[in-house]
């Protein structure tokens, strides 16, 4: 596929792929990682007191 363009071409293109797939890997950590956030500001006991509260109410 890549045989029909020049070198230089090739190590273009090669840098343009690379930099795309940094880039998806960067957005992706920063996703996980406001999930990962998420989760540990999350407190069992008190959401199920809540709930609890809820239903008798």
């Known amino acids: 596929m890549l045989e029909d363009f020049s070198p230089t071409m090739q190590f273009v293109i090669v840098i343009i792929i690379l930099a795309v797939l940094f880039l998806l890997v960067i957005l992706n950590n920063k996703r996980n990682k406001s999930k990962r956030d998420r989760r540990s ?15 008798e109410s």
Do not use: D, W
């Open 41 to 55: 500001k999350r407190n069992f006991r008190e959401n199920i007191s809540e709930k609890r509260k809820e239903k």
